[in-house]
């Protein structure tokens, strides 16, 4: 029964397994527990105990009177608040490891970026001329912290977006004042008895989100950045077959780089290669699952081996050793599962314990120390692995696309900018952008969705970024290698090859869907394209969300300007008032919106109507394929191919191939 | 890019950096560190390293950090599979290459082997005063090299006023001499400035236009750099000091340079032949100006644009071009990489047997190959140009008095006087000069003529080859119509020309011409500031330097010598929204000092608010901005208490302990900068020359060409400042290069800036 279940046959080959070990999963589960229907509509509240009320049928009023529409929308501002403040608590997280750094007490990390330092210090007010890096990183991560504890005011980063995008948050007043502000405001808000109008909620949703896109998110990482690199591409293994018979298997999932990084170091180190020889393996395979995954693929190439559903199934291979998880996505069920196997899972986190895991609190200060201590407990480890069974699934990729490089890769040093791109919007070569991202959700055909909407776009000439698991399942398919320019249509074709990109950009984890904004941002803002992000042809989708964050990172592109796709049936269809607020009330205030679509065909019809919509409202010239694709290699390839045939060739004419 | 492009470029460009750094450690064995590299006749060292990384490389130790930049910009070469993005890298390897490159004709300067020496050739160039004299003609046997500032500014006022639309780098060879000749002539028509450098297998191009006779030099708009790819440096070098000339860029400034080449210097790259991977890395380096690069044979194309306005990289596989012929297809070509750039050409089709257009307008015609000679030293030739009414013009008609130049003998000699009769609405008596001096250029134009002089002085030669092809008299008058009509076709509604050879007839047109000569030149001398109340403005060159603009007043011409007042007046009623504007005197601030509030707003609104206060006259106090087209630059020598005028024909040293390059480095730009000044030559001898600083007396040295030059006007100066001897008493670069010099000199002649109060 894997049939629906996913097109990824590592994870049907793992399914079938896992089904002929009885062990549940993720799917099984789903298969057995319906969602249900009254909370799948937003039509439930059990904000407080008069309830919870269920306002179905006659019902449409709450103990309280609260009426459907600011149920639903308490229900979504509570997502959003949850997502927002998972996103911050991680920028907060990276600050304070910034500083502990930045005052020596963190010895492990160092700056690993001084320009995007500087660069992220200026935009913080810290002073930068004449200063030592350790001096600036301090001022740096205390006025980040600043950011987050704001009471008043606007949040400095969104000087960062097109003024025009300003001016309409300031005008909408949803200007966010601070981070941790935003998200207690919310929950006071939807509190029992407080905001009980849904279009208030709603905006101060957009708020908070904002918050985190424009805040919490994009200062995670910018300081990921500064501490661990910003990426620049590689090349990159994915899929379960990148885990090894015979060597020991440590894999990392969850979501923050700190632990992550240091456990690259090491796996790295001679003396636990040695110690793991010495445990009969041949050496230390990490490979990551999930954001960890995404981080560690961006900066060092370390292999993914899947998405947020394939956590459970890389467990069912018996090949690993250990499995070392922080905070976010981490299901519950790995702890029974790896009892099943010789797996050993330890969290790390001081905020995230699972019962019955091994726990190793991870601490800054030793942060190497505390690494080689879990690494050594995986290789004990390696002994006791028995009956294991690895997928050859395997496929490539090249990840690494921060804004900073595409800006360089555009022009190379001296002339980097997003004119090209631009350009290739203005003439068509390019239809539009999208972003393509966020998780799995069992709900649907696990990868199903993300693979036919990015594969539709690209071959519609839209370039696609994507973030968090999205990535991991386009890179699953090879639509993240540059090879898969073949299957772009011929004006994206010609971009990919003039610039050696994929049509599909990697631009990092979930909290890293802030580059999408800043690459929409400098968009806006080259030239050609109208002022705002608003005015550019671009979409957003999120075809299997489920995560809260989704939610918050959907309301934040809205909020920014662009039309985003939730792919699941409204979470808040019992108030059609509500959903046509997020779609229409929303495109009239600030001129972006949410829509929930489950039909990813009809989402990619919309979504290309939209960007036709936008090129129309900037005088574009109409999409029309046909006049592009004659660059690139192929015909140089061709009179190559007859030379080598010995075939008569003159360099004065174009090959002609019999 | 495209992928075999990058890989190819990134693998040429690490290897020439090689190449450099072995060449740059064994010259460093060699010669040692403080050896002096240079390129000659320049005020910007090595001009690519200088606008790219800033520095001012004076000795062949300064080139070791140039390297090392060069070399912290390569990549390696794309992967065959998974590869990463190459653009970004692509490009950066073609700024090393473009380092590397410079770095080793740096150095084989210092060897003495640039410009590159090629048996039998011979440049025609140089500024020339008469085509006879063979002094004037370059070194024999070596090719141009790099080009000098002079030379430099010279164009850059064509490439301002549209003469000149941009320029071509052709690097290889074509595909046969033909082909060659016909390329370059296509461009030449064009008014298209020819680079020529590198080779196929050997054979450059160069050497086919050498083999069919082909003149190349500055006066012919094609420059051979060198037979070697590597020479294509020099055509980086011209677009850069292009903006560090006009567009007030600083060296380092490198983002900015490139830009201003983009959206400014409208150029390309023509690779004809095989394209290797040097060629292919030079080509990486060449797009980050905004340049694209049209090839003639089967290579990858980038179509997309971004980085360059238009298509990156072009290919034109030269037998698939359409076309009956390849001198056909080599049309279609050239009409290609026009496209390509965007470049605009106007080209007005003139109905006669010969090429046409202003590239051959500095032709020479040598008396060996005259096949007839009006004016000059044995005979006389005049040019008259005067409006009538409409009724008195009958448009299109061209009419010889007297024989034509069939029955004179090859190599002679005959009189003639041109007559242009122009009628329109909006024609005025002012404009009669102004369009009379056209005649020089329109008549130059054509390929085998060759026009010096105007008015009663003019000298006009005709080739054997010219007069093969069919040139006879009455196609001057075909010229003369079809320029008139289609350069100025705002004011004039009806051209009339008639030519005469007939003695008498002549004798009383000429008669008539220098009464009005006589009228016209007591009109502009008469004319003072004081007299009109309405000066104009000249802006054409902030298509070069954003921020400047040139105020002209009937008592100051521009400073690039083309404009005077009366060439603004009319030029803005030809075009009422052109670049010249009239600018109401307004309230006289401070006449004296050259105060008025009319061209005080005018430049602070025009110059973006860049210049708050313009005076007309002064040098020391808020001067008048400069592009870098000056003729001239004056600037004080405070040890002297009076200032020093050189000009751009003198590449000698100042007093000023600087060249005129290094000092146009200062002048131009748009900046103001008190005690330097540049200016149009002919303001020099008018009354308000610096007026609030002193005047004409505060002259305490000049360029001896300008003395030669304007022996005339100075002489009258001199009487006006009622010292006969004054220009005698100023020193020149024949005696004094130095300060040092300078002080005893002017004691010695007893001038008169020693007595005056100080400049300062
Ligand atoms: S109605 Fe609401 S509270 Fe009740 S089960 Fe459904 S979702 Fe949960
Ligand atoms: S807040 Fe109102 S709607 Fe919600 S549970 Fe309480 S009484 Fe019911
Ligand atoms: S994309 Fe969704 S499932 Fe994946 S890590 Fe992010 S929040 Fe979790
Ligand atoms: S008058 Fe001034 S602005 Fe006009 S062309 Fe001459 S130098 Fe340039």
């Known amino acids: 029964m894997t049939g629906n279940r996913t097109i990824d046959p590592a994870a049907a080959e793992m399914l079938q397994r896992a089904e002929e070990m009885g062990i549940s999963t993720a799917f099984s589960r789903a298969e057995e527990m319906k969602p249900c229907p009254i909370g799948s509509t937003g039509a439930c509240c059990k904000n407080c105990a008069m309830g919870p009320c269920r306002l179905v049928g006659k019902h449409d009023r709450g103990i309280c009177g609260a009426t459907r ?14 997502g927002a403040s998972a996103h911050s608590d991680h920028g907060r997280d990276m600050a304070l490891t910034l500083l502990a750094a930045a005052e020596g007490e963190a010895p492990d990390y160092e700056i690993r970026d001084v320009n995007k330092l500087l660069e992220v210090a200026q935009f913080l007010g810290v002073k930068t ?18 950011q987050i504890g704001q009471q008043k005011g606007e949040l400095l980063y969104l000087q960062r977006a097109p003024e025009k995008r300003q001016e309409i948050w300031r005008k909408a007043g949803v200007a966010p004042r601070g981070i941790d502000r935003e998200v207690v405001e919310l929950m006071h808000r939807t509190h029992v008895g407080t905001d009980q109008w849904y279009e208030s909620i709603l905006m101060a949703a957009l708020r908070n989100a904002l918050s985190d896109g424009w805040g919490g998110s994009m200062l995670a990482t910018d300081i990921t950045d500064i501490l661990f690199g910003s990426p620049v591409p590689l090349t990159a293994d994915v899929n379960m077959g990148a885990l090894k018979e015979d060597e020991v298997n440590i894999v990392v999932h969850g979501h923050e780089p700190t632990l992550s990084e240091m456990i690259l170091v090491a796996v790295r180190d001679p003396e636990m290669i040695e110690y793991a020889k010495s445990k009969g393996a041949k050496g230390i395979n990490l490979t990551g699952i999930c954001c960890t995954a ?17 956590q459970e199934l890389a467990m069912v291979t018996g090949a690993i050793e250990l499995m070392i998880v922080d905070i976010q996505c981490i299901m519950q069920a790995l702890v029974p599962l790896a009892d099943q196997f010789h797996t050993r899972l330890i969290t790390t986190s001081p905020k995230a314990h699972i019962e019955g895991a091994t726990h190793v609190e991870f601490d800054e200060h030793r942060a190497l120390e505390i690494a080689k201590e879990i690494v050594k407990m995986g290789i004990d480890n390696f002994p006791h692995r028995q009956d294991a069974h690895i997928p050859k699934e395997i496929n490539h990729l090249v990840a690494g696309f921060s804004h900073e490089y595409i800006n360089y890769a555009l022009g190379g040093f001296y002339r980097g900018s997003f004119r090209p791109l631009n350009d290739a919007v203005i003439q068509g070569r390019l239809r539009g952008v999208a972003g393509v991202v966020g998780c799995n959700n069992p709900r649907t055909c696990h990868d199903a969705s993300h693979e036919y909407i990015t594969r539709e776009l690209i071959k519609n000439d839209v370039l696609v970024a994507m973030t968090g698991c999205g990535a991991i399942a386009a890179a699953k398919y090879g639509l993240l290698s540059p090879e898969a320019a073949k299957y772009a249509g011929p004006g994206l074709r010609e971009i990919c090859e ?15 869907n802030a580059r999408i904004l800043t690459t929409l941002s400098q968009m806006a803002t080259e030239g050609g394209l109208g002022e705002d992000i608003a005015d550019l042809p671009a979409v957003g989708f999120a075809p299997e969300w489920m995560s809260e964050k989704a939610i918050s990172i959907g309301s934040y592109c809205a909020g920014s300007g662009v039309y985003t796709i939730m792919g699941s049936e409204s979470p808040l269809a019992n108030s059609p008032l509500v959903d046509r607020f997020l779609s229409e009330g929303w495109e009239e205030r600030i001129g972006g919106k949410l829509e929930f679509i489950a039909d990813p065909e009809e989402a990619v019809e919309k979504a290309l109507e939209h960007i036709d919509k936008k090129r129309e409202a900037l005088g574009l010239e109409e999409y029309d394929p046909s006049r592009f694709g004659r660059s690139g290699d192929r015909r140089m ?12 060739v003159s360099l004065y004419r174009e090959p002609r191939l019999k | 890019m495209s992928r075999y492009i990058a890989t190819r470029a990134i693998r040429g460009a690490n290897r020439i950096v090689k190449e450099a750094e072995d060449l740059f450690e064994k010259a460093l064995a060699e010669h040692g560190p403080d050896t002096k590299v240079a390129f000659p006749n320049t005020g910007y060292y090595l001009p690519v390293i200088l606008g790219i990384t800033g520095t001012e490389v004076e000795r062949l130790g300064g080139l070791k950090p140039v390297l090392e930049h060069a070399r912290s910009l390569l990549h390696p070469v794309p992967k065959e599979r998974f590869w990463t993005p190459y653009l970004g890298e692509a490009l950066d390897c073609g700024i090393a290459t473009l380092l590397a490159e410079e770095v080793i004709m740096g150095i084989r300067f210092v060897y003495g082997e640039q410009p590159e020496r090629l048996p039998g050739f011979r440049l025609a160039g140089g500024t020339f005063t008469s085509p006879d004299e063979s002094a004037q003609e370059a070194i024999e046997g070596r090719v141009n090299g790099p080009i000098d500032d002079i030379q430099l500014r010279s164009w850059g006022i064509q490439l301002v006023d549209g003469r000149m639309p941009g320029f071509a780098a052709i690097i290889g060879a074509a595909k046969s001499n033909e082909v060659a000749v016909k390329i370059v002539r296509e461009l030449q028509m064009r008014n298209i400035l020819v680079f020529l450098c590198g080779n196929v297998n050997g054979r450059s191009i160069i050497h086919q236009l050498m083999e069919e006779g082909v003149e190349l030099g500055y006066d012919t708009y094609t420059v051979p750099f060198g037979t070697d790819t590597i020479s294509a440096i020099y055509a980086a070098g011209f677009a850069t000091r292009a903006a560090l000339t006009f567009g007030g860029k600083k060296g380092g400034q490198t983002r900015e340079i490139f830009l201003y080449n983009k959206f400014r210097v409208f150029a390309f790259g023509l690779a004809l032949g095989e394209v290797d991977d040097l060629k292919y890395a030079t080509a990486g380096g060449v797009i980050s100006y905004g340049f694209p690069v049209i090839a003639d044979t089967v290579i990858p194309e980038i179509l997309p644009t971004g980085v360059t306005q238009y298509e990156h990289v072009i290919s034109m596989p030269f037998d698939d071009i359409e076309g009956k012929d390849d001198l056909e ?38 008396r060996a190959d005259m096949r007839i000679e009006f004016g000059g030293k044995y005979s006389r030739a005049f040019e008259y140009l005067r409006m009538r009414g409409l009724d008195e013009v009958e448009d299109g008609k061209i009419e010889i008095v007297g024989p034509g130049f069939e029955d004179v003998e090859e190599g002679g000699y005959m009189d003639l006087g041109i007559v242009v009769e122009v009628a329109g609405r909006k024609m005025q008596e002012d404009f009669e000069p102004v369009l009379e001096r056209q005649i020089h250029y329109f008549i130059n134009g054509a390929s085998g003529v060759q026009h010096i002089g105007q008015r009663d002085i003019a000298w006009i030669r005709v080739s054997k080859s010219a007069a093969e092809k069919g040139l006879t008299l009455r196609h001057f008058g075909d010229i003369l119509y079809a320029r008139f009509h289609s350069d100025f076709e705002a004011i004039v509604d009806k051209v009339q020309v008639t ?5 008498e007839e002549l004798k009383k047109w000429l008669e008539i011409a220098r009464a009005a000569y006589d009228v016209r030149n007591k009109r502009l001398v008469e004319m003072t500031d004081e007299s009109v109340d309405t000066f104009y403005s000249c802006t054409l060159c902030q298509s070069f330097a954003p921020n400047h603009v040139c105020v002209v007043s009937p008592e100051r011409l521009g400073l690039c010598g083309a404009y005077n007042w009366l060439d603004c007046k009319a030029s803005h009623q030809i075009n009422p929204t052109g670049p010249n504007q009239p600018v109401p005197k307004g309230e006289p601030l401070d006449s004296d000092q050259g105060y008025w509030q009319g061209p005080i707003n005018f430049v602070y609104e025009h110059s973006n608010h860049t210049v708050e206060r313009v005076s007309m006259y002064s040098i020391m106090e808020n001067p008048m901005t400069a592009c870098g087209c000056f003729e001239c630059i004056a600037m004080v020598i405070p040890e002297a208490n009076g200032i020093m005028v050189v000009s751009r024909e003198d590449p000698s040293m100042t007093p000023a302990g600087m060249t005129f390059s290094t000092l146009a480095g200062m002048a131009g730009g748009g900046l103001q900068t008190p005690g330097v000044m540049g200016v149009g030559k002919y303001y020099l001898a008018s009354k308000k020359f610096i007026k609030p600083d002193g005047g004409f007396k505060r002259v305490v040295w000049m360029s001896s060409f300008l003395k030669e030059s304007m022996a005339e006007e100075l002489k009258a100066v001199a009487e006006r400042e009622g010292d006969p001897d004054l220009i005698d008493r100023i020193a020149d670069e024949r005696y004094v290069t130095t300060v040092e010099e300078l002080l005893p000199w002017l004691e010695e002649h007893d001038h008169p800036a020693l007595k005056m109060p100080p400049i300062l």
């Open chain 1, 69 to 82: 529409e600011t149920i639903a929308a308490r229900n979504f501002a509570r997502m959003v608040a949850a």
């Open chain 1, 129 to 146: 001329e004449g200063r030592e890096a350790m001096e600036i990183a301090k001022e740096t991560a205390e006025a980040a912290l600043a």
């Open chain 1, 294 to 310: 995404n981080e560690t693929l961006m900066r060092q190439g370390v292999p993914t081996i899947g998405n947020f559903l394939s």
């Open chain 1, 498 to 512: 003039t610039v050696g990109i994929p049509p599909v950009l990697h631009v990092g984890s979930c909290v890293d």
């Open chain 1, 637 to 648: 390839e061709e009179w190559l191919a007859l030379l080598e045939k010995g075939e008569p």
């Open chain 2, 329 to 366: 297809r080599a049309t279609r070509l050239v009409q290609r990489c026009i496209e390509v750039r965007g470049v605009k050409v106007k080209i007005a089709e003139i109905p006669i047997p010969i090429p046409y257009g202003s590239a051959f307008e500095g032709e020479r015609v040598k």
């Open chain 2, 499 to 503: 030519i005469y050879t007939e003695p």
